[in-house]
Every structure is written in structure tokens, then in C-alpha cells.
């Protein structure tokens, strides 16, 4: 590996339906008796292992699992599908995957409290055989790669995170520098319209008397 540029996170965040007036605003809301959740299986599921988790450390996760029944899925779109059709009230899925989802889910910001993280970065391959290019492009990732990631969703807490430091602008691509005709070249003289790009004008010819 040449380096690694990080970008943003996958994390497991709360979803529930697009304008839901259940005020779901925790994890904690998820134990209300009578509510619908559905969430994924730990054992398909890294986001499950870390939701698990977090059920136990708050020792909610017997009043969650009474609320969820047999809704643990494997796929994070059959939680949103789920949420869409009504069949659930709320769930937890990945950032990014919720994201895809927004026309029918919304994310309700809440603190992110798993103990682990799992960062989003941009790898650069030592054995390219060109890696000038590759330098270029993970320095357009350092500039760029944080803010469109986030556009995507990929942060620990949608909503609530602190923002970011503003990126720098990422180098420019040089531009082709043309100079019109008859202007100060680089020099401060003028070009001429041969130098300039235009073509060459062929001088006239005298015209011939007829020979007598």
C-alpha cells in the first residue's frame, strides 16, 4: 500500500418512517411498548453485532427485542423496504444504505455510543506502475474526499456531528494558455498572426503586361 486517505464511517444509525409523527427521537424510544421495529441479524450483520452491543451496555435490549420479534433481517434494504410499506416502525441500518433510501426513510439524529468504529478511506496500491497519478488523485481525496463522502451519508452521527474543518481547494489542471492574435505575447511584443496562430498571408503578385 502507497498511504491511505480516510473519508468517513460506516455506522449503524436510526431510521424510522418519512414524516412518522411517532417522535422517535433515541434508541431508547425503541423499547415503547406496542412499536414495530425491525433490525439486523447480528449473525449476517456487522451493524447487528454492533447494535447488539449497545442493547446490552444500556440494558434495553431484552424491552427492544420484545418490539421486534422475528423482524431480523439480513439485508439493510429489507429493513428500509420494511419501514416503507408500513410493515415496521423503526429500525437501524447503515448510513450509506439509509442514504439510498431517503425518498421513503429519515434519519433520526441521535449520539453515536458504539464502542467500535469502522473508518471509509481511499487506498493508494504501491505496485502501480504509475504513481505520480495516484499521488495526484489521494491528493484531490485529502482536498475533496471528506465532504462527498458526507454528502452520501457516510458519518457517525447524521445530524449531530460537529462540523468539519473546511477543506482547501484541490489543485487546479493547468489550462491551455492561448493568446489572441495582434496581443503582447509573454514578452510584452506583439505576436505576429503567423505566430499567432493564424495562417500565413501570401503577398499578391504583381500582374504581368501582355506580351506584345
Not at 16 to 43: A, M, Y
Not at 103 to 112: F, G
Not at 120 to 133: A, D, H, I, N, T
Not at 164 to 171: F, I, L, N, W
Amino acid at each position: 500500500m502507497l498511504r491511505w486517505v480516510q473519508v468517513g464511517y460506516v455506522a449503524p444509525v436510526l431510521v424510522v418512517k418519512k414524516g412518522s409523527n411517532l417522535n422517535i427521537q433515541s434508541i431508547e424510544d425503541l423499547t415503547r411498548p406496542g412499536l414495530r421495529v425491525i433490525l439486523p441479524n447480528p449473525e449476517y450483520s456487522t451493524c447487528g453485532e454492533m447494535v447488539f452491543k449497545l442493547l446490552e451496555k444500556k440494558g434495553i435490549k431484552d424491552q427492544v427485542l420484545a418490539n421486534v420479534g422475528n423482524a431480523q433481517v439480513r439485508s439493510h434494504a429489507e429493513v428500509a423496504t420494511a419501514i416503507k410499506l408500513g410493515h415496521s416502525d423503526a429500525g437501524i441500518m447503515w448510513n450509506g444504505v439509509a442514504h439510498n433510501w431517503l425518498d421513503a426513510v429519515e434519519i433520526v439524529p441521535t449520539p453515536y455510543e458504539y464502542d467500535e468504529e469502522i473508518r471509509v478511506g481511499v487506498m493508494g496500491l504501491s505496485y502501480s506502475k504509475k504513481q505520480e497519478l495516484i499521488e495526484e488523485f489521494l491528493q484531490f481525496v485529502e482536498a475533496h474526499g471528506e465532504e462527498v463522502f458526507r454528502q452520501f451519508g457516510y458519518v457517525k452521527s447524521p445530524g449531530v456531528e460537529e462540523p468539519s474543518a473546511e477543506m482547501p481547494p484541490g489543485p487546479a489542471l493547468p489550462q491551455p494558455s492561448a493568446e489572441p492574435e495582434g496581443q503582447p505575447s509573454s514578452e510584452g511584443e506583439s505576436k505576429p498572426a503567423a505566430e499567432a496562430g493564424a495562417p500565413p498571408q501570401t503577398p499578391e503578385q504583381p500582374e504581368l503586361a501582355p506580351a506584345p
